[in-house]
């Protein structure tokens, strides 16, 4: 076993989500750990060879684990505007021995031969003759020139950074309650590679951002692992496989530190550790993790009632920004022709104030939950949308939008990494637990009867056919049958609103509404949330909470 420990030395984690450059990126992913150490590898001259083959020898290895705190802070992201270096006053000096260098590597990694062999040599011949170049116009720029002409002042001037243009830029941070982490490989160590993977850690001094300063070491004790890979996990992590070293070399010696780059990697699932060799924990069909959270910071103030309003006017608003006659199934819930989407599609919830003793049944925000099939892509594809809608529809400097519909009045939100209030944080519907009760009623898939019949047995048969229904939803997004389902018109949790109060679903001409119940819904075993379930599923109706057993309403 291999455990590297990582000590965030200020407190902070200073690195920005690959698919997001509005968001900070937790947990770090093992690919940006193993970066760092090829980083200090190549910090050494020369390459120590053992250190090396340590490194090509850790490539191979299957995706490590992490002990990693899923308690942070996030500052808010704020466009900060920063001098750029414009080398379009006075060029590139460099870019003429990166190139030659960059065929020095690509020539390297071409199999043996003699004609090869005689490019290498022109290659590296080139390579020294830049380098010389480099130190000559360096020298002429740093001499004085008592007679500068007029053109060298003015482009003098304009370098000095009052003088530049400047360009926004993010500092995305994380602040985790507690300030370590640590990456564990599984596998055996050979002897030989211990020490040499010890020296490149000790010599790693930062990961992420140069303000995130850390300090690292090779460990013998045993951590508890609280992220571990799981193709069924909720938590994408960007890791490494063979010829990850090579590809960063070749990389580096294309990019030379200046240019951009992508970091190349492999995506991995992970999820939390199956304890106790039991049953592996079931989730619903909705991803817990990479929701995106908007907080309501103004305008109108909607009850749960009215959220169905607030989801679609998010839904349409996307939609109008994708802009394209065809969209996506996963973003519009519509195949092609028309017809439901045949896969689970994103969902758009409003989260109320609700299971509290001062719960009022507000909305707080709304979000955006992805299906956990949802591929990394389409992903991508949906946080470059909410951004663009963002920058296009921004009412104020911090990124505040306003959502409205029919119905209802503008309400101003702005998207949050991590909220203060309890109601906007993912894992306040996602926990895993036994026993589930509706925030929002759902709309049953079938009509089961008139619950309020005062007929003999009518009743009865209707509350019998709902928790059917209810039993059937939960199965439907990937849940198992519930052991047991109580149905209510009347709200079970404190704060919650009757099913009454809700505008019918689906609200439509022609189409006829569907019957509304409260639910309180137990598993025999504990299962991961969100339990998104109902006809009204994907506009946040029957949207439950997950309560400890010993909690009474």
């Known amino acids: 076993m291999l455990t590297f420990e990582v000590e965030l030395m200020g407190g902070r984690y200073a690195a920005t989500a690959h698919n997001d450059r509005s968001r900070a990126e937790w947990p770090p992913h093992p690919a940006r750990f193993f970066s760092a150490l090829v980083s200090a590898l190549h910090d050494a001259e020369p390459v120590d060879p053992d250190e090396r083959e340590a490194l090509l020898w850790l490539e191979q290895q ?50 043996k031969t003699p004609m090869r062999e005689r490019e290498l040599k022109k290659a590296q011949k080139a390579v020294a003759k830049q ?25 003098a001037t304009a370098l000095l950074p009052d003088r530049r243009t400047r360009q926004a830029r993010t500092f995305p941070v994380v602040v985790p309650a507690r300030p370590t982490f640590a990456f564990t490989w599984s596998a055996p160590v050979p002897a030989q590679w211990r020490a040499p993977l010890g020296r490149l850690c000790e010599r790693v001094t930062r990961l992420g951002h140069s303000s995130s300063l850390v300090r690292c070491a090779l460990v013998e004790r045993t951590i508890t692992p609280t992220l571990v890979p799981d193709d ?22 294309r990019h030379q530190g200046v240019e951009s780059r992508i970091l190349p990697a492999r995506p991995q699932r992970y999820g939390p550790p199956q304890g106790g060799g039991g049953a592996a924990l079931v989730h619903s069909s909705f991803a817990s993790e990479d929701w995106v959270v908007f ?40 195949r092609e022709d028309g017809a439901p989407a045949d896969r689970p599609h994103v969902a758009f919830v409003a989260l109320p104030f609700v299971g ?18 949802l591929d990394n892509s389409a992903r991508a594809e949906l946080f470059r949308l909410v951004s663009a809608w963002e920058r296009d529809h921004a009412i104020a400097d911090d990124g505040t939008v306003e959502l409205a519909g029919a119905g209802l009045p503008p309400v ?52 019998v056919e709902a928790q059917r229904s209810i039993a059937n939803a939960c199965q439907r997004i990937g849940l198992p049958r519930p052991t047991s389902v109580e149905v209510s018109l009347a709200p079970l949790l404190t704060g919650a609103q009757p099913a009454r109060s809700f505008l019918p679903w689906p609200g439509q001409p022609g189409r006829t509404p569907r019957v509304r119940v409260h639910a309180e819904i137990r598993f025999a075993e504990p299962v991961g949330g969100p339990v998104l379930i109902g006809a009204g599923r994907y506009f946040g109706l029957g949207l439950c909470v997950p309560v400890p057993d010993e909690v009474s309403r």
């Open 356 to 373: 509290h003793d001062h719960a009022d049944a507000s909305v707080q925000g709304c979000a955006i939950v992805m299906p956990r099939a």
């Open 131 to 155: 380098e010389q170049k480099l130190v000559a116009l360096v020298a002429a720029q740093q001499a004085v020139d008592p007679a500068p002409a007029r053109s060298a002042l003015e482009t």
């Open 232 to 253: 069924d996990g909720d938590v994408v992590l960007r890791t490494v496989g063979p010829g990850q070293l090579e590809r960063l070399e070749a990389e580096f010696a």
């Open 62 to 111: 299957a995706p490590p684990a992490l002990d990693v705190t899923d308690e942070v802070g996030r500052r808010r992201v704020l466009d900060v505007f920063v001098p750029v270096n414009d080398v379009s006053l006075v060029g590139d000096i460099e870019l003429p021995l990166r190139e030659a260098r960059a065929a020095v590597v690509g020539l390297t990694a071409t199999p």
């Open 412 to 463: 101003r939100v702005q998207r949050v990494e991590l909220s203060a209030k309890m109601s906007l944080r993912p894992r306040t519907w996602c926990r895993p637990a036994r026993r589930f009760i509706t925030a929002t009623p759902i709309a049953l898939d079938r009509n089961p009867g008139n619950l309020r019949s005062n007929q003999e047995g009518a009743a009865h048969r209707a509350a």
């Open 295 to 334: 907080e309501r910071v103004g305008g109108a103030r909607p009850l749960s009632s009215r959220g169905t309003d607030l989801t679609r006017a998010l839904r349409g608003a996307l939609l109008e920004q994708h802009g394209a006659e065809t969209l996506p199934d996963w973003l519009s819930g519509h």
